[in-house]
């Protein structure tokens, strides 16, 4: 069964601070990973994804298969980042979704 | 704005009626999907349909139906036999392969 985890239901960091967004995933093959992000007031869109290695206003985030993880990482982090994340894989047929986990950035 | 479009946005219905959420992308997208969004238990796939007059049971799918007559448009019927059906549901679109998943803005149901 493919399953992903996001332990964090909230995180708290203050501006300017790094931030880390844990995730763990669950596959037998090779996945196709991704983060999306949802605003207040706004549609659930997509941040990341693993196969474009992008840096996307600022967060990263880096496949490792060896602990089966794909966290989501920024340096210094703003109050406009303060929204609800979900990281997600797909098996090309369909998209599983973490639980999400709240970031909140303290001014 | 939009591609894939959800109404309405809020929709009111009293306990044992049955209740259909509308579902239309104009991106010529293959795939749609069903999504049931409840506090702390994130996004929990209902149905999903790769192509036309074809769709598959996901995790949650007891007490919903769906049709996928038309390319276009993927509705989800809430039946009276959901037993807890007051949540908020979100649509999406990819392209076949699991590709980026685009959704709408959500239908919020609330029985009474």
């Known amino acids: 069964a493919q399953r992903v985890t996001q332990p964090e239901k909230l995180l708290s960091v203050f501006k300017g601070a790094p931030v880390e967004l844990k995730c763990n995933y669950s596959?037998?093959?090779?996945?196709?990973l991704f983060w999306y992000v949802q605003y207040s007031r706004q549609r659930l869109q997509l941040l990341l994804r693993?196969?474009s290695r992008e840096s996307i206003k600022g967060f990263t985030a880096d496949l490792n298969k060896g602990e089966t993880s794909f966290h989501l990482k920024k340096p210094f982090a703003q109050e406009e980042d303060s929204a609800m994340y979900y990281c997600?894989?797909?098996?090309?047929?369909?998209?599983?979704f973490g639980t999400g986990t709240s970031l909140t950035v303290i001014p | 704005d939009g591609g894939i479009t959800q109404s309405p946005k809020y929709l009111f219905r009293k306990e044992g009626q049955n209740v259909t959420l509308s579902c239309e992308q104009n991106?010529?997208?293959?795939?749609m999907y069903w999504y049931r969004q409840d506090p702390g238990q994130g996004l929990r796939l209902i149905y999903y349909?790769?192509?036309?007059?074809?769709?598959q049971k996901g995790d949650i799918a007891e007490g919903y139906s769906v049709s996928r007559e038309k390319k276009e448009s993927f509705p989800l019927t809430v039946t009276s036999a959901q037993k807890n059906p007051t949540a908020f549901y979100l649509c999406?679109?990819?392209?076949?392969?699991?590709?980026?998943?685009?959704f709408g803005q959500g239908t919020r149901l609330t029985v009474v």
């Open positions: 999406a679109s990819s392209r076949q392969g699991g590709t980026e998943a685009f």
């Open positions: 596959y037998s093959g090779s996945p196709e």
């Open positions: 693993h196969i």
């Open positions: 997600a894989l797909s098996d090309r047929n369909q998209f599983y």
């Open positions: 991106l010529n997208h293959d795939a």
């Open positions: 349909s790769q192509i036309v007059n074809d769709f």
